[in-house]
């Protein structure tokens, strides 16, 4: 079973830059897509973005144009790099994958909480 471990969340003023990182390890072939979810107090948890092993990416609308995923395939890690934040972005950001181990199985983080002040 694979491990996703998240890191780099905290308090950022409005406008301000952060970048979450995750890692996976344990035993599998691979990821086919990692990505992020995020949660919102009193909201469902929403996707933030996506990448594919090849990759190909996709972001929700509400992030498009600051936010910018990436994944280190050899370190079997995945990025997060956060742009002109607003408080709206105020969440628990989960890492995700699509894992190929035995059979294939979600994989989700224990999350990391990002918070931006207005």
């Known amino acids: 079973q694979v491990q996703l471990v998240e890191s780099g969340g905290g308090l950022v003023p409005a406008g301000g830059s952060l970048s979450l990182s995750c890692v996976a390890s344990?035993?599998?072939?691979?990821?086919?897509?990692m990505g992020w979810y995020r949660q919102a107090p009193g909201k469902q948890r929403e996707l933030v973005a996506r990448i594919t092993s090849g990759g190909g990416t996709k972001y929700a609308d509400s992030v498009k144009g600051r936010f910018t995923i990436s994944r280190d395939n050899a370190k079997n890690t995945v990025y997060l790099h956060m742009n002109s934040l607003k408080p709206e972005d105020t969440a628990i950001y989960y890492c995700?994958?699509?894992?190929?181990?035995?059979?294939?199985?979600?994989?989700w983080g224990q999350g990391t909480q990002v918070t931006v002040s207005s």
């Open positions: 995700y994958g699509d894992v190929m181990g035995p059979g294939y199985y979600d994989a």
């Open positions: 344990g035993r599998f072939f691979s990821i086919r897509v």
